[in-house]
C-alpha cells in the first residue's frame, strides 16, 4: 500500500509557486526515511512555504494543497495546519520573483523540493537544481494513474480548466487602425477648408471686394476714339483730336454760384447752367451725385486754365473733339455728330454704329466728407474703350471743293434755291463729288436751319423733265421701235386725254430725225415714241435704269422717288410720264441712269464708301456694287451719239455744256420740284452729260431750283465749268474724233 505522505508531496510539487527557498531545500535534503525533519522539510515544510501561482494565489490559499498538507503532517498539526517554515534561505536575487510572475507562472520548475516516492522503496527524487539564475526545465508528467486521474493529482480533487483563449480587442483598439482613421479625418478637414479659401480668394472675391466699396465708388466714362473719314487719296474730311472735358462733384462744392462765376468766361456758358449742374441732388438710387459733365469736347489750353482755379470739385478729364478740316467741304454728305460724338445726320449717321466703336470706364474708389478724392491702392477698375473703324470714301476732296464752289457761285447768280450736282466715275459707279446748295459749316453746325443741311442730291425730288427723254429713246432702240436714221412729220402738239403737249422749237409738220428730236427736245416726238412701246415697256425700263427706289448710295435717308404703274396712268399721263412730269426722282439717280448709258449699257451702283479701314490700320474693301446690263453696247453707243446733237447742232438745247476738242454728249431739262406731293413754285432746271461720247469717264448731273429758266441757260454752263477742271484733274485726253453732222429735216 502506497504511503499518503507521498500524494501531498507530488501536488506540492507540481502546484505553481512564485518562488523556492534555499534553506528549505538544504533540510529537505536531511532525510531519505519520509519522516519529518526538525526543520519542517518533507511534505510538511513544502506546503508551509508560499509559493505563488500564475493567479497569484499561495499554497496557503489553495483548499487543495491546505487539505494535502494537513494529512500528512499530522504529527506536528493536530489541527491539520501545517507550520510555516521562517523565511530563511532566501535567493540572493532580489528580481526572481518578479521575473517568475512575468514567465507566466513557471515556478514549480524553477523550484529544487524533492519528490518522495512510496514508502518502502528506499528512493528519493532529487529536484533538478537551478543553474546560472535560469529556471529549470519544467518536471516531465506521470502517467494518468490506472484511476483515472491525472498524473500527480490527488484523490478526488478536481480537474484542472483548460485556459481560456483571450478575446479579440475591439476593432478601435488596433492603434494603426486609429491612426489610419485620423489621418483620412484630418486630410478631410484640411481639404475641405482649402476648398472653401480657394471658393473666397478667387470665385467670390469680387462679390466681398465689391460689397463694401459701393457706395464710395465713382465712375468715369472713358472716351472711345471715334474713326476718321478720309476722301480717296487719305486726306481727312473728318477726324477726332484730343480735348477734354470738364467736370464737377457737386458733394464738394460748398458754394455752386461762386464756382459758376470763375467758370462762365472759359467755358462760354450762362452761370445759371453751371450752377444748376453743380448743385447737390440725387440720383434714381438714392445716393448723392458725384459726377456731373459741364462741358464736353473743351480746348486742352482753356482746360488748363480751368485747373489752375484750384476749385474744389472741379477736374478735367481726356476727350474728343469732331473736327471738320474743310469747314462746309462736303458737310451735306459727311453730316455731323453731336457733343457725346453720336452722329446724327448724313454718312456720320449712316455709318454711326461703326465710327464710334464702344466706350469704356474707369471705376475708383473715393473717400467720403472732406477725404473726397480718389484712395490710394483703393479699388481701381479699369475697362479700356474700344476705337471705332474709319472710312475712306470715294470723294476726292479737291474735286468736290471745285464743284461746291461753282455751284455756289451760279446758284447765287441765279438766284437759286436749292441745287445739286453730281460727279460720277461711269465705270466703277464711284461718286467723285456730290454737292448741295446750300450748304453749312459742319463745326458750328447747330447754328443752320435744317433745310440747309439736306444733301439735296438724295434728298432733292423733283420731276426731271426732258432729262428723263433719254430712257425713252434708249427705250425705243432697244425694243427697235426706232433707229438712229428714223424721221417722222412732227406737229407742233399732240393731246393726251384733256391735255394738249407743245414743243418749244416748232417743226411746222416737217420731218423731223430722231437727232433733231433729242436736239430740240421735242415733246411731240418723244410721246410718239412712248405710244409705239407702250406704258408696260416704259415702266420697265424706268426700273431697270434705277428710277421709283433708292440707289443704295450710303447716306442715311435717301429718298426713292416713285414711278406710275400703267395701271395708275390716266389719259394725260400718257403725255406727261414720257417728258418727265408724273415722275418723282433724285439728281443722284438720274445721274446713275446716264452712267449707264456712258457704260455701254450697264448700270453700275452709285456709292460713296471705298475701304474700311479697322483699328488695327487693316483695310476691308466694301462688298462690289451691283451691277445689271439695261440696253446693249450697240444701242448705248448709238444713243450716246444721238445724245451729242443738244451740244452740237445749231440751235441745241445744250449748247453752252460744249467743251472745245471733246465730243460731249447730254440732255438739258426743265422740271419741277415736289415738297410734300405737290409742286413748289419755280423750275427745275437741269442738264446731265458726259465728257466724250465715243469714251465716256465722268457723267455730271446739275440740278438747279430757280425761280425760273431752263436748264440750257442755268445748268449748262455749270456743267461745262466743272467737266473742264475734271477733264484737267485727271487728264483726260480728248479722242481727236469730230462728232457727225446731224441732219435733223431729212427730205
Known amino acids: 500500500m502506497t504511503s499518503r505522505s507521498d500524494e501531498p508531496r507530488r501536488d506540492a510539487s507540481v502546484s505553481r509557486r512564485g518562488s ?3 534553506g528549505r531545500d538544504s533540510d529537505d535534503r536531511g532525510s531519505g526515511t519520509g519522516q519529518p525533519t526538525r526543520s519542517g522539510s518533507g511534505l510538511g515544510g513544502i506546503s508551509d512555504a508560499r509559493a505563488y501561482t500564475p493567479r497569484g494565489r499561495t499554497v496557503r490559499d489553495s483548499p487543495e494543497l491546505r487539505r494535502t498538507a494537513g494529512g500528512a503532517g499530522g504529527s506536528g498539526d493536530p489541527a491539520g495546519r501545517s507550520r510555516r517554515t521562517p523565511r ?11 521575473l517568475q510572475v512575468l514567465d507566466g507562472g513557471r515556478a514549480g520548475a524553477a523550484r529544487t523540493a524533492r519528490r518522495t516516492v512510496p514508502a518502502g522503496t528506499g528512493r528519493t527524487i532529487t529536484p533538478r537544481p537551478v543553474r546560472g539564475g535560469d529556471v529549470a526545465k519544467p518536471v516531465r508528467r506521470r502517467p494518468a494513474d490506472p484511476a483515472g486521474g491525472p498524473s500527480g493529482a490527488t484523490a478526488g480533487s478536481p480537474p484542472r480548466r483548460p485556459a481560456r483563449r483571450p478575446r479579440r480587442p475591439p476593432r478601435l483598439a488596433d492603434a494603426h487602425r486609429r491612426l489610419r482613421l485620423g489621418t483620412l479625418l484630418a486630410l478631410a478637414m484640411f481639404t475641405t477648408i482649402g476648398i472653401r479659401l480657394v471658393a473666397l480668394q478667387v470665385v467670390d472675391a469680387p462679390e466681398y471686394a ?4 459701393g457706395d464710395r465708388l465713382r465712375t468715369v466714362v472713358l472716351p472711345a476714339p471715334r474713326g476718321a473719314i478720309y476722301d480717296r487719296s487719305g486726306a481727312a474730311l473728318a477726324q477726332s483730336v484730343e480735348a477734354r472735358y470738364v467736370y464737377a462733384d457737386p458733394e464738394m462744392i460748398e458754394d455752386p454760384g461762386k464756382h459758376a462765376t470763375k ?3 472759359l467755358l462760354g456758358l450762362p452761370v445759371s447752367k453751371l450752377t444748376e449742374e453743380m448743385s447737390k441732388r440725387k440720383r434714381p438710387d438714392g445716393r448723392p451725385t458725384r459726377f456731373e459733365y459741364l462741358a464736353r469736347s473743351v480746348e486742352i489750353n482753356t482746360a488748363e486754365e480751368i485747373m489752375k482755379l484750384n476749385l474744389a470739385g472741379i477736374g478735367t478729364g481726356r476727350d474728343e473733339r469732331r473736327e471738320v478740316p474743310g469747314g462746309d467741304l462736303a458737310a451735306n454728305l459727311l453730316g455731323f455728330t453731336s457733343q457725346d460724338r453720336v452722329g446724327l445726320e448724313g454718312i456720320e449717321a ?9 466706350n469704356g470706364e474707369r471705376e475708383y474708389e473715393v473717400g467720403n466728407g472732406e477725404l473726397a478724392a480718389e484712395i490710394p491702392g483703393g479699388y481701381n477698375k479699369v475697362t479700356a474703350a474700344r476705337p471705332g473703324s474709319s472710312l475712306q470714301l470715294t470723294i476726292d476732296r479737291d474735286l468736290q471743293y471745285m464743284v461746291q464752289r461753282i455751284l455756289a457761285k451760279r446758284m447765287q447768280e441765279v438766284d437759286g434755291l436749292t441745287g445739286a450736282a453730281v460727279v460720277l466715275d461711269v465705270r466703277t459707279g464711284e461718286v467723285l463729288a456730290q454737292a448741295s446748295y446750300p450748304t453749312y459749316d459742319a463745326a458750328d453746325w447747330d447754328k443752320y436751319q435744317a433745310s440747309d443741311r439736306n444733301d439735296a442730291a438724295t434728298s432733292f425730288v423733283v420731276d426731271p423733265g426732258s432729262v428723263h427723254k433719254a430712257i425713252v429713246f434708249g427705250a425705243g432702240l432697244e425694243e427697235g421701235v426706232i433707229t438712229p436714221n428714223t424721221a417722222w412729220p412732227t406737229p407742233y402738239s399732240i393731246r393726251k386725254g384733256d391735255q394738249p403737249f407743245r414743243d418749244t422749237h416748232n417743226a411746222q409738220g416737217r420731218k423731223l430725225s430722231v437727232a433733231g428730236m433729242l436736239g430740240f427736245s421735242s415733246n411731240v416726238g418723244t410721246i410718239r415714241i412712248a405710244d409705239k412701246l407702250g406704258a408696260q415697256k416704259l415702266y420697265e425700263y424706268q426700273l431697270k435704269f434705277g428710277l421709283g ?12 422717288g416713285r414711278v406710275l404703274k400703267p395701271s395708275e396712268y390716266s389719259g394725260s399721263t400718257y403725255g406727261s410720264v414720257p417728258i418727265g412730269h408724273s415722275v418723282d426722282v433724285t439728281p443722284l439717280q438720274m445721274a446713275a441712269a446716264y452712267a449707264a448709258i456712258a457704260n455701254n449699257g450697264t448700270w453700275v451702283q452709285p456709292h460713296l464708301v471705298r475701304e474700311i479701314i479697322g483699328p488695327d490700320g487693316k483695310r476691308k474693301p466694301v462688298p462690289a456694287p451691283e451691277t445689271r446690263q439695261v440696253l446693249r453696247p450697240e444701242t448705248a453707243a448709238a444713243l450716246r451719239t444721238l445724245l451729242e446733237a443738244p451740244v452740237t447742232i445749231e440751235g441745241g438745247t445744250a449748247t ?12 438739258t431739262g426743265t422740271g419741277s420740284r415736289v415738297v410734300d406731293g405737290r ?11 458726259m465728257d466724250q461720247a465715243d469714251d465716256p469717264r465722268y457723267v455730271i448731273a446739275v440740278f438747279a431750283h430757280t425761280p425760273a429758266g431752263g436748264g440750257g441757260d442755268v445748268s449748262a454752263p455749270a456743267f461745262k465749268e466743272m467737266m473742264e477742271y475734271v477733264l484737267r484733274h485727271y487728264r483726260v485726253p480728248a479722242t481727236g474724233t469730230a462728232p457727225p453732222k446731224f441732219v435733223v429735216y431729212p427730205r
Open 656 to 667: 453752252q455744256a460744249a467743251i472745245k476738242g471733246y465730243r460731249v454728249a447730254g440732255k
Open 350 to 358: 449712316r455709318y454711326d454704329e461703326l465710327l464710334r466703336g464702344v
Open 679 to 689: 409742286y413748289a413754285p419755280g423750275e427745275v432746271a437741269s442738264f446731265i452729260g
Open 549 to 560: 427706289r433708292p440707289t443704295g448710295e450710303g447716306v442715311l435717308g435717301e429718298a426713292s
Open 210 to 213: 465689391g460689397g463694401g466699396v
Open 263 to 265: 467758370l462762365s468766361p
Open 88 to 98: 530563511t534561505g532566501r535567493s540572493a536575487d532580489p528580481f526572481r520573483p518578479a
Open 20 to 22: 523556492s527557498r534555499a
